[in-house]
């Protein structure tokens, strides 16, 4: 029998590595039929990166070998397809996924002999048909092959498989469990298809009709997972929370996770106008204790931007009410902006920003760098000569992964300039975004930014504006350092060179985002930093009586930090019941209370890599990083505030 490997290399999160589950769903589906099974034999795996020779190595007689491209293997995957044609001239070579497209450089290259463009299952099993002398290659869909030398492509078509075939129940992960050390976080898929047509999505353009799977397949899924003790699920679906019987799917997730205790967490991508049902979707999860946070995405604020990207956001209206219904609910939601979007400009993007914050999104906002995707409806001639779009080849840049150690970088193409933004605004877009997350998000001076604004009616960009134009200052030794980082990161990225993450030993293994790196380097100098940032707010208050001196002392309290886990303080103003007001859109002035609060966090990790892994990395998206809950007593106490 003919042997057959599939390589999909995926990145290490921590302990944790996901299946290789799209090359296993082409597997399942193919091995289905039987005469594909008569002729040929599965062979294995290749799920995570490693040294290419010696991967190759444990390859035995291979008659086909399928790689599965994404933008975080697709060079490693070439070199391997290299290595694999220089051994075994006659092995077939066929490539696949996200990151190919019809003018990838793969599709003339002589070590690859096919191309599947789209959704690979229908497509792959007739290859494996023609492969064995049971079909045409022209009836395969959407192929490109070549012939006498040059690249030919079959009918562009929309492929539609007759039932999705689990590669979980049909055990084709099974051995790899025994195999591997690190655990296994899996993908859920339910439905495929998206509605959206999204520029700056490949999923609208690949996917154009939404199939919904079996549920019944979906919950042998589910008990698959929990039967092997998976901790992580993620749901694949482009709008998880769209269809009526997602609710029940989450009823069976939490049915299983109360009897085994797997899965213990879910996260999905949400829809976008089925706010009730996910609402009621992320309750349940979060009562349960399984939810990774709730997603309020816009991607922008500015409607000449959304217009450009073929988008429609939700009301700001009706953001508000969701912001409070979830904070009152005490459910982490998280918002997600792409910056440098086709006629987006700073001063739009300043805007934006106020805009969310104003709305009470003071728990998580994500910034990403618009990608230029291989199959995004962007990633055309006509559009990005409309609008200008110049971009920037840079290193790879997954988060909370180990550094590659396969001495093969992998790259990705950022959108650094358009008809609205230039490189500069690009850099001082970029800087902004960061200092929203990491002193208003991650909580360094979030109580500060609230008061100012409710109180002088000051913008939260103006602020942050302002504390950039601080950190300038080579006076300010802490800030500084921090601002130094950023724009050496993104003026490096401008010429070709870094990346959008960073690396420090001291806090692990592992490659954070910046600002989550920026974070970490304030808490090595935690009580410098609150020391220093006094000189800043000269400005906005009189430092020296006793309102400044309380709230410095409590914000500085509430940021969990490895060296302070047991705090009291003496106050004469309320500080939680008017910061608890502003979260939840409910504004009350700040009354004069004499209280003592007591703050006791003992399970704060006092190992600086500990502390990283738990409350940077794990605790953000649910909103651990800042301390929400604590003991207070009425009444004046002995004491300063400590």
Known sequence: ??????????????????????????????????????????????????????????????????????????????????RVKAKWPDCKIVFGGHQVNASSEVVTEDYVDYVLLGEG?????KLLLYSCGEAELEEVPNLIYKKDGKPVRTKATVTD???????????????????????????????????????????????????????????????????????????????????????????????????????????ATYAKNKPEQVFLINKKLNDAGM?????????????NVLNNIYRKNMPLSSFMELMTRYTDSGIHAYSEIILSLPGESYDSFAAGVDALLESGQHQSINFFNCEMLANSGMNKPDYIEQYQIKTTRIQQHQYHVHPNDSQIEEYSDIVTS??????????????????????????LLQCFAIMLYYDRHIKYSDFYKALIAFSRNPDNAVCRR???????????ILTGHGSLSCYFEEFGELTWPLEEGAFLQIIKDYDAFYEEIVGFFAAYFDVSQPLFRE????????????YHKKTALTLHYDFPAYFHNAYSNRYAPLEQKEMRILINEPDIPSDYKEFAKKIVWFGRKGGQNIVTEFETVDGAAEGEPS
Request: overall charge negative.
């Open 1 to 82: 029998m003919k042997n057959i490997y599939m390589i999909q290399p995926n990145s290490q999160y921590g302990d944790s590595i996901y299946f290789p589950y799209a090359a296993g769903c082409l597997v399942a589906y193919a091995f289905k039929n039987e005469t594909i099974r008569s002729a040929f034999r599965f062979a294995s795996f290749v799920w995570k990166k490693g040294d290419i020779d010696f991967q190759v190595s444990q390859i035995k007689d291979p008659f086909l070998i399928g790689f599965s491209c994404y933008v975080w293997n697709y060079e490693y995957n070439k070199e391997f397809a290299r």
């Open 121 to 125: 299952e229908a497509a792959f099993e």
């Open 161 to 267: 498989f007759s039932e999705h075939v689990s590669p979980y129940c049909e055990g084709y992960f099974d051995n790899l469990i025994e195999q591997e050390e690190l655990s296994f976080s899996a993908i859920l898929e339910t439905n495929r298809g998206c509605p959206n047509r999204c520029a700056f999505c490949d999923w609208g353009n690949i996917k154009s009709k939404i199939k919904l799977f079996d549920l019944d397949v979906v919950k042998k899924e589910i008990d698959w997972c929990s039967e092997h003790r998976i901790e992580y699920v993620y749901a694949a679906d482009a709008n998880f929370g769209m269809f009526r019987r997602d609710e029940e799917i989450v009823d069976y997730l939490i049915e299983k996770h109360r009897q085994t205790g797997y899965p213990q967490k879910f996260q």
């Open 291 to 303: 939810s990774k946070g709730a997603t309020l995405s816009f991607q922008s604020m500015s409607e």
């Open 418 to 443: 358009t008809s609205t933004l230039s490189q500069d605004d690009w850099v001082n877009m970029n800087i902004l975004s960061v200092y929203v997350r990491t002193f208003h998000n991650l909580g």
């Open 482 to 492: 921090v601002y130094d980082m950023l724009e050496q990161k993104y003026r490096q």
């Open 551 to 562: 709230l410095l002392a409590y914000q500085k309290a509430i940021v969990k930090n490895p």
